[in-house]
């Protein structure tokens, strides 16, 4: 399969069942409401290779963050009157968001962003942010798996550490702790970890938060989801920022010593190219064909970009 058709072979949602928005009408929701953020704030968010914006930010995520919010006053409203229909105390825990997409899509980026947004709602003031990277077996058991070569594939996580992680959050506990990756080394750190102390919202960025369970009564990590996002783009369009990506990074973070990549930082541009469309069609493309794509219809939202990597279309199921 090309890059330039990977929907060929997925089935898509029946259309019925989203509303298409066009960016300029999902921009007019945002007409009353204030930029919250600088454009300092943005640059500081915004990863390598996105096109984040002010105006991005105003059109798009802006609205976006107060559906999310009024979701979960929502959610957590149902709560409290389930408790007291049942007689007993509000144990309404945090709401979950799942963010999902493609490498290089831009979902890291728009996870970030969406923690600042949703914290500057009078209805969700505390908000975590949690990645799955934190939960792929170290190297050095995905090398013993013989997975290194998978890594980002269902396969090379730990699944059932990140649904217990989602369990005890939803579960109420007081504090729930996730192992920390640093994408220097490319590995787990030991004994580093990110502890979430029951906030009002969890958002949980990853490329395979939306797998359905391996088995039919097996648990999925989207069960926890209380909203879901798909980050969607044509194949042929994040081959290309992964590519701008990569040359980027050789400049910045592949010039570190310490870095797992520092072996990439020498090479020309013509070698970085190279090495970038080689980890992009061997690794990166299947897994998004085989793993990723084929998820994007369990979401409850979809973010379309189109090749400026600024979104075109927000497809919104409905209720």
Do not use: C
Request: hydrophobic fraction near 40%.
């Amino acid at each position: 399969m090309s890059a330039e058709s990977p929907d060929a072979t997925v089935a898509s949602a029946p259309p019925q069942l989203y509303r298409e928005i066009p960016r300029a009408e999902w921009a007019r929701l945002a007409a009353d409401m204030a930029q919250p953020l600088t454009e300092t704030e943005i640059v500081q968010l915004r990863g390598l290779g996105d096109r984040l914006d002010l105006d991005e930010v105003r059109d798009v995520y802006l609205p976006l963050s107060r559906l999310l919010s009024l979701y979960a006053s929502a959610t957590k409203r149902l709560g409290a009157e389930t408790a007291g229909f049942l007689g007993e105390s509000d144990t309404t825990t945090p709401f979950v968001v799942g963010v999902a997409g493609s490498v290089a899509v831009g979902k890291s980026t728009i996870a970030r962003l969406l923690r600042e947004l949703m914290s500057r709602w009078a209805d969700t003031p505390r908000v975590e942010l949690v990645t799955t990277d934190g939960f792929l077996y170290p190297n050095a058991e995905l090398e013993r798996r013989g997975l290194m070569d998978r890594k980002g594939f269902p396969e090379s996580y730990d699944t059932r550490a990140l649904i217990d992680f989602l369990a005890e959050i939803k579960g109420g506990a007081p504090e729930a702790h996730a192992p920390y990756y640093s994408h220097i080394r490319y590995d787990i750190v030991p004994d580093a970890r990110v502890t979430v102390r029951r906030p009002d919202v969890v958002i949980v960025e990853g490329l395979n938060v939306l797998q359905p369970p391996p088995a039919p009564h097996d648990v999925a990590v989207s069960d926890f989801f209380d909203f879901s996002i798909y980050v969607d783009a044509d194949a042929v369009d994040i081959t290309s920022w992964y590519v701008d990506r990569f040359l980027a990074l050789r400049q910045g973070a592949f010039s570190d010593p310490s870095s797992f990549f520092n072996v990439f930082a020498d090479l020309t541009d013509e070698e970085a190219v190279e090495k970038a469309l080689g980890f992009w069609n061997s690794i990166n493309l299947p897994n998004l064909e085989e793993n990723v794509l084929p998820t994007r219809h369990r979401a409850n939202l979809v973010l379309r970009k189109g090749p400026g990597h600024t979104v075109q279309q927000v497809q919104l199921r409905k209720l």
